[in-house]
């Protein structure tokens, strides 16, 4: 409930740009309010290893994520813009060592946001991703290809 309610509380006060009285009391009743009803959701820093190397892995997730999603929608845009339309469709499954559930959900978000990527299901340590243009028919390949990078990270922050 805390990490919720602390987050919940800084945006509150980026928004209103301002720590007078009333709009400080009203956004700590508000932020509680909120927080108190959403208690068992996640957020992210549930179950964030606090540790020096994840805060050091977090902007560095942060950067490795933007790069795969510069990269993705240069991919992408060059299949769409080839005349041949190159595309091989299909469903791959995936593993993840990634046991918390932070860290399983922040990885099945970041491959759907990449372009050419979309997390299907995901159970227990089995994602399945619906990819645009499959280059690796087995677990092993697929999973270095969609999932290692995101992980390296994540497993550092999350476990």
């Known amino acids: 409930m805390l990490p919720l309610f602390s987050i919940l509380l800084i945006l ?15 956004g700590l009743v508000t932020a509680l309010v909120i927080a108190g009803l959403f208690r068992g959701s996640l957020s992210p820093l549930t179950e964030f290893k606090a540790t020096p190397a994840a805060l050091r892995a977090a902007p560095l997730y942060l950067l490795y ?8 929608n240069l991919r992408l ?18 593993r993840t060592r990634l046991t ?4 399983r959900l922040l990885l099945a978000s970041s491959i759907t946001l990449t372009p050419g990527t979309l997390t299907v299901a995901l159970q227990g340590e089995w994602l399945y991703v619906h ?27 999350y476990g």
């Open 65 to 72: 994520f933007l790069k795969e999603l510069v990269r993705s």
């Open 100 to 103: 918390s559930r932070m860290g």
């Open 131 to 157: 990819w645009v243009r499959v280059d690796h028919d087995d677990i092993d390949g697929a999973t270095a290809s969609i999932v290692a990078g995101f992980e390296r990270y994540l497993e550092v922050m």
């Open 12 to 26: 509150w006060l980026m928004l209103n740009a301002s720590l007078a009285p009333d709009v400080l009391i009203l």
């Open 77 to 94: 845009a060059n299949v769409v813009l080839s005349p041949s339309l190159p595309l091989n469709p299909g469903i791959v499954k995936v």
